[in-house]
Structures are given as structure tokens and as C-alpha cells.
């Protein structure tokens, strides 16, 4: 191993790794996809990217800038896929939080560890743009617009880190929760459970995404409902 951090291949042949943070997050991505979020340590991504361990801290402060960050590029995939629709206010959070979810499910080990987070980082803060600017043309005066931005995007984050954490469950522990409700809840005592009994048939149809999308209608309702009151505080 060089000094510099760069890999060496054979006496005197230093393979040259040129890092920078997109570099280094973008393997950890990968690594997260590839086996999950137990190996985001700072050993195996030097590893992965054939350098020392030292010299990842070059580029970052702690393994916690490493979080930040890689919420931060799941925020710019959420980007990616999305578009605005000016003066729609519905269609746009609408499909924001889709694209949000669609992000978290496509790499859920990284999503588990950055979903929760607040990056205060570029991509984010385009987000939390789009959020405001959203509100702010359905009619919401600033201090409205500041609590429902976070209850819309705490409702968000949570529902898709909650998605993604699910997906990386074992196939087997997947399955058995998913069968629950074509199985014990369809069997279960009406005599004890009688409004389990009456809707039993028809939550064994409940798909995540079918799921999601209403949560997020009856969200959406909400926050029209909310809209034009007037005030922001959490008493309101």
C-alpha cells in the first residue's frame, strides 16, 4: 500500500484510485445494494474501492458524513425520477412521495440507514424547495407551510424506510408475514373476532403499493383540508 492510501499492484506498479466523496458514496451504495447494510463499514469499502482505510478519511470527517452522504445521493435518485407540476399542488407531492418510496425499495439496505436522516445537503434541500414551493402555491402562508412540509415529509421517509426495512427481511420472514393475511386472519374466530371476520377476505387483497397510495391520498386530503386556515403551529 502506497502512502498516499493508493492500492499497489506488484512491486513498484501502484494502481492509482483517484477518490472524491461522489466516488466513495457511490461504493458504499453498492455495497449496501450488493450485501447490505451490516457491511457499510469503513474496512470493507476500502476494500471495495482497493484502498487503505486512512484514506477514506481524507475525504470524510466520520462514518456518520458517510450516512449523510448516502441519503443525500438517494435524494438526487429521488430527483432523478421526478418532476414538478407547476400549479398542482396534490400531483406534485404526489408524485414526489412515490419517487421516494420507488428510491427506498430500489436500494432498501442504504434507505434503512439514511431515511432518517437530515442530510442538510444539496439534494435534500431541492426536495424541502419543491415541498415549500408546492405549499406555498396551494395557498399556505409560511408557518403553515413549515409544519406541513415536515408532516408530509416525516409521513414520507417513515412509510419508506418502513417499506424498505421489510424488503430486506429474509425471503422466508417476508413470506410468512405476507401469508398472515390470506392465513390467520382469514381463519380467525368471528365469534371472538367478528370485525376481523367481516373484512378478512378483502385485507388478504392489500398489496404494499396499494396500500401506500391510499395513505397517501387520505394524506393529501389532509393537508387539503388544512390548506387556507391559516397558522402553523402544532396546537392548531
Known amino acids: 500500500m502506497a502512502s498516499d492510501g493508493t492500492a499497489v499492484r506488484g512491486r513498484g506498479r501502484p494502481r492509482k484510485v483517484a477518490l472524491d466523496a461522489r466516488i466513495i458514496v457511490d461504493a458504499a451504495l453498492a455495497l449496501c445494494d450488493e450485501h447490505g447494510a451490516e457491511a457499510l463499514t469503513v474496512r470493507k469499502l476500502a476494500a471495495r474501492l482497493g484502498v487503505d482505510p486512512s484514506a477514506l478519511y481524507r475525504h470524510l470527517e466520520d462514518k456518520d458524513e458517510l450516512h449523510l452522504l448516502l441519503a443525500d445521493r438517494l435524494f438526487e435518485e429521488v430527483l432523478e425520477a421526478f418532476s414538478p407540476t407547476p400549479g398542482d399542488w396534490r400531483t406534485t407531492l404526489r408524485d414526489l412521495a412515490l419517487s421516494t418510496r420507488e428510491t427506498a425499495l430500489r436500494h432498501p439496505a442504504a434507505a434503512v440507514v439514511a431515511t432518517y436522516r437530515t442530510t442538510r445537503r444539496p439534494a435534500e434541500m431541492r426536495i424541502v424547495e419543491h415541498i415549500l414551493t408546492a405549499l406555498a402555491d396551494a395557498g399556505c ?66 398489496t404494499g403499493e396499494r396500500v401506500f397510495r391510499a395513505a397517501l391520498e387520505v394524506l393529501l386530503d389532509g393537508l387539503g383540508a388544512r390548506i387556507g386556515q391559516g397558522g402553523g403551529t402544532p396546537n392548531d
Open 141 to 206: 402562508d409560511p408557518a403553515q407551510s413549515a409544519l406541513l412540509h415536515r408532516v408530509y415529509g416525516d409521513f414520507t421517509l417513515a412509510w419508506s424506510g418502513m417499506d424498505a426495512a421489510f424488503a430486506t427481511l429474509d425471503p422466508a420472514a417476508q413470506a410468512g408475514d405476507e401469508a398472515a393475511w390470506t392465513r390467520e386472519y382469514v381463519a380467525a374466530d368471528p365469534a371472538r373476532y367478528p370485525s376481523i371476520a367481516r373484512s378478512s377476505a378483502q385485507m388478504a387483497t392489500m
